[in-house]
């Protein structure tokens, strides 16, 4: 059974960082491509960050290049996303998801199998 869950979320001021953690098991994480996606309130769900099974390639939302970096520690079937200079605008519900494949895709319909979401609030 598949299972991916999210933690390191919290409440952070405007300016601040936070690192999230996605720990994945049922699968040889190694040949997953895994990724970040977030949802604000009453918002569509929408792609921040992408890694390629090997951590070779990564991918970015505009919005969050230069401040988010996505990585990977496949010894610990591990996927981190660290935040800095974080705004009030990146408050979501933040979901960690993978693909059955080592390639990078920013559809959420791409993604097969997805955690529960952990939540970042950014106050100003």
């Known amino acids: 059974q598949v299972q991916l869950v999210e933690s390191g979320g919290g409440l952070v001021q405007a300016g601040g960082s936070l690192r999230l953690s996605c720990v994945f098991s049922g699968l040889t994480f190694n040949n997953n491509a895994m990724a970040w996606f977030r949802q604000a309130p009453g918002e569509q769900r929408e792609f921040a960050a992408a890694i390629s099974g090997s951590g070779a390639f990564t991918s970015y939302a505009d919005s969050v290049k230069g401040r988010f970096t996505i990585s990977r520690d496949n010894a610990k079937n591990t996927v981190y996303l660290q935040m800095s200079s974080l705004k009030p605008d990146d408050t979501a519900v933040y979901f960690c998801?993978?693909?059955?494949?080592?390639?990078?895709?920013?559809?959420?319909?791409?993604?097969?199998?997805w955690g529960q979401g952990t939540q970042v609030t950014v106050s100003s």
């Open positions: 998801a993978a693909r059955r494949d080592h390639v990078i895709y920013i559809r959420i319909a791409d993604y097969h199998y």
